[in-house]
């Protein structure tokens, strides 16, 4: 049987083999500023990657997505005002 910690967030962000392995890592944002969070994995050794942003905001892609959905400009504006989106 495979026996270990269960770890909180809080515990994976101190645990010393977690930070040795680079598994955490600081981005800044324009809105949070510097904020710690999962590195890219798997590592590889010729592309390890790296997370270069946190991602866009809340919504900033609904016009284009509702648009492939067929819904159009009207339809998604009745969606925001009546608090669906």
């Known amino acids: 049987a495979v026996i270990g910690p269960i770890y909180s967030i809080a515990d994976i962000f101190e ?4 930070q040795a392995r680079d598994t955490i890592t600081t981005v800044d944002d324009p809105n949070l500023g510097r ?3 999962q590195n890219a994995i ?9 997370v270069r942003h946190l991602g866009g905001k809340l ?6 997505i509702f648009a492939e959905l067929g819904h ?12 669906v989106i």
């Open 35 to 37: 904020v710690r969070i």
């Open 42 to 50: 798997p590592r590889l050794v010729d592309t390890p990657g790296q």
């Open 72 to 83: 159009d400009a009207a339809e998604l504006q009745a969606l925001k005002e009546d608090g």
């Open 15 to 18: 645990d010393p083999q977690y």
């Open 59 to 64: 919504g900033q892609h609904n016009a284009e």
